[in-house]
């Protein structure tokens, strides 16, 4: 059977007609009752790989998730467009716990989310064997590996599904995709032979961008005013910085709420709760603010200080733009960052000090990179972008220029560096370039070399940032706990006038250009929206949202609200061919959209 019913079943109910990459390979393991594993980004569509074939099966699909919030979106959309679908969990009242008891009995539920530690009680097992299980959904895989950066124990136990259920076919899905955790995923949870999947990790909707901290609220007021309206987090590394900058945030007009591991339960879960009812445009928040958000609309991500690996910043700034539409993920950064988090390590010793130093520095390198980010990123996770320019951060849609003497630029850093081989890191090469007269310098008699203050009309910082574009380009190198600087055999040939670096103008003087480039992405996605009726459908949305005491994106997500306000449907038939508009939706909704529509037009 497969593709052309899987089709009109994506179509009648989600309201889509194409696949995205690999969801058909997907969806076909399902039906065939082949164990599987896929790999697909942050908003991939992973769980459409398992939600449209439980319509086809016969019984009840069975999805683990860990988190309830995560249950519960997943549960609320699915009813909206007419698929039954039920979570069990604490925080049932005895009425919810018999109505769903009820449903699954009748045979009506075709996907039950039920939490990993209940699922695996003596008692839970034998009610899901009386009921059937047509099909087993572990999402979030990665947390059943110690490799992964979210480990629950509790994820081990869900090998025993297998056992109960020797016949039936384990689908697991996440984003996290490292060898290890894929083959820990694959033994931990006694897959049979499963057909392993994985997408490519590049997200090409998020536009990336990261610039030294300078006059921090100005930065983040630069990049909440292209949004406005929109859902956008504030990362701090401090909760007091939250405290602060959420009342900067506050002080400027906008709506913001913080969120951070100092705040009580109560006040972090209703924040959280405002953002993702929209009743929030802005959470400024710490790291602790994270999973269980599925928000899909979030338009903006800012870090106003530097995360301490690449794995966290890919995490984080991954919470933007799951809708698959354009998102801007900026990075504020300062040489202080690095310091704090070297300090924050400090007790840290052997391969494990070894380990996050590495990390750190490529981190940093990334900060201060020349180097397409999307690139950069798919080179750590081992990948490669496949094409030059990505049209989707700074570098490549020539925000950040490049200075025109780049060649006599480096080769001065060079030269000092060769003078000073063997003992200084970036900072002190950097204070002795621009002319430093400090006691350290000056005792050591750097300031006698020929190399002092050839740069001393840039500032120190300036200098600092060319010099770790240089390593990111390996024309240096930055050895052992202190960071010594060398000069690589590539780097020699800069100083023969054999190869230029690529090398950035300073912040200051491009602030002006940054804000006038938009992507390729988003101009596409915005192609023939009319704008204004976007905004009407959007305020419309928010007061059923209100209304029914849900989220807005379980009502329609931004594409869909996009799609219409292109479109223009006039009738409930035209409604329907809006990407994104299943049966059950036009009929709920058809008739309070197209007024709206028909009044705009
Ligand atoms: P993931 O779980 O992989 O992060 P989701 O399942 O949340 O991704 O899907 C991301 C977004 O893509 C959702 O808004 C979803 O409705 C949308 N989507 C999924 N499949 C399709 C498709 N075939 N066509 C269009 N949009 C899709």
Known sequence: MASAELIEV????????????????????VLEERDSLVVLPTGGGKSLCFQAPAVLLEGMTLVIS??????????????????????????????????????????????????????????FMDYLRERGVASIVIDEAHCVSHWGHDFRPEYRALSRLRDVFPNVGVHCYTATATPQVRDDIAQSLNLRKPRVLIGSPDRPNLVFSAERREDELAQVLGVVARHPGESGIVYCITRKKVDSLCNELRASGHAALPYHAGMSDADRKANQEAFSRDETEIIVATVAFGMGIDKPDVRFVIHTGMPKSVEHYQQESGRAGRDGLEAECRLLYSGGDYGLWQRLMGDQEGEAAEIARKKLNDMYGYCTGVECRHQVLMKYFGESLGKDNCEACDLCLGVGDFVEDALIIAQKIISGVVRLEGVAGPTYTALVLTGSKEERVVSKGHDQLSTWNVLGENSKENVRDWIEQLVSQAYLDKVGEYNILNVTPSGMAVLRGDETPRMLRPFEKTSKRRREKASAIEGKSWEGVDRELFDALRALRKGIAQENNAPAFTIFGDAALRDMARRKPTTPGEFLEVRGVGEKKCVDFAHLFLPVIEEHT
Not at 79 to 98: D, K, Q, Y
């Open 10 to 29: 994506m179509k009648r109910v989600w309201g889509y007609s194409t696949y995205l990459p690999l969801q058909e390979e997907a969806m076909a393991e």
């Open 66 to 123: 860990p988190l309830i919030s995560l249950m519960k979106d997943q549960v609320d959309s699915l009813n909206a467009v007419g698929v039954t679908a039920r979570c069990i969990h604490s925080g049932l009242t005895p009425e919810e716990r018999r109505e769903t008891n009820e449903a699954v009995r009748s045979g009506a539920v075709r996907l039950l989310y039920v939490a990993p530690e209940r699922v695996v009680m003596p008692n």
